[in-house]
């Protein structure tokens, strides 16, 4: 028989089971979406922790009684450090000049003097942004004499991070959780298909079809499902995008949108959804049926 034939065959299943596989194809279709708005999550919480990581800038401060040589080995090291992206002395007029910018207030005219110290802003390359990176940058350069004071943004850095590590365990048992249940659905939708032809699948297995012969069309079956569910979970994918970028607007500085990979990840989880449900159950039929 033609491979038309099978294919037909595989269609041909969805209608006699209506129900079970709209039931497959609507789980399929919210397990895909849930996959989406999880993938959507993390490319948006990703997209923070590095918009965080670009912004942190370490401030040095130095004693007062810093000598010219406790300096010169200072930016010796900053120069020599390995993350160092680059850095600048700021001077006690500068750190003037920069209060004035952020209080609005001359601190000549508040104080009569100037107090405030002497630094160095250092900047980090993008592969030592992270906070253990920072950290342990910072506990070398505290070793130096005249150094008074470190700051950065820590505890925020670091609670992003953290924020970040939990959402991608969360992601992955919950990848987990959606594929067992997507794949046992369509299985069992199958199962039904397969029941309801097992007196044929005998008779052609009495003939001489083979194994293969007798899998196509549950397998085009199972396949149908998974696309059809990841064409549903498209557009249910693509409505809650919109909506969330119409109530956020202004609030975010960019729109969040679906992309090609995103698309192209959920059609082929969903082919695999399908193929392995069905390619499960019809295995076991026939394992069964040849013990």
């Known amino acids: 028989m033609s491979v038309g034939f099978l294919i037909k065959e595989g269609f041909s299943g969805l209608k006699r089971a209506k129900y079970p596989s709209f039931a497959a194809i609507l789980t399929i279709a919210i397990s895909l979406t849930l996959l989406g708005i999880t993938y959507l999550a993390g490319v948006q919480l990703y997209s923070l922790l590095n918009s965080m990581r670009a912004q942190v800038k370490i401030e040095i401060f130095l004693l007062p009684t810093v000598t010219d040589s406790d300096r010169a080995q200072i930016e010796e090291a900053l120069q020599r450090y390995e993350g160092v992206e680059s850095f600048r002395f700021i001077t006690k007029k500068e750190a003037a000049q920069r209060f004035k910018q952020e209080f609005g207030e001359d601190i000549y005219q508040v104080l009569g003097t100037n107090p405030l110290p002497v630094s160095y ?33 820590q505890t925020l850095l670091q609670l992003v991070e953290r924020y970040y590590r939990g959402a991608a365990v969360a992601g992955g048992v919950l990848l987990a959780v959606i594929l067992t249940a997507a794949v046992l659905l369509v299985a069992n939708t199958i199962k039904l298909s397969i029941f309801a032809k097992r007196e044929i699948i005998r008779i052609m297995r009495l003939v001489g079809a083979t194994d293969m012969f007798i899998k196509t069309p549950f397998i085009v079956e199972g396949l149908v499902q998974g696309l059809l569910g990841a064409g549903l979970a498209l557009l249910l994918l693509s409505g809650i995008i919109t909506g969330t970028n119409y109530l956020f607007v202004g609030i975010v500085k960019t729109d969040i949108e679906m992309g090609y990979p995103l698309i192209l990840g959920l059609v082929i989880a969903g082919t695999v959804f399908g193929f392995a449900g069905s390619a499960r159950s019809i295995r076991r039929f026939l394992t069964t049926e040849a013990g």
């Open 121 to 153: 802003t250092v900047e980090m390359d993008a592969e030592h942004k992270s906070s253990a990176a920072i950290t342990e940058f910072v506990q070398a350069m505290r070793r130096y004499s005249g150094v008074d004071e470190i700051k950065y943004r």
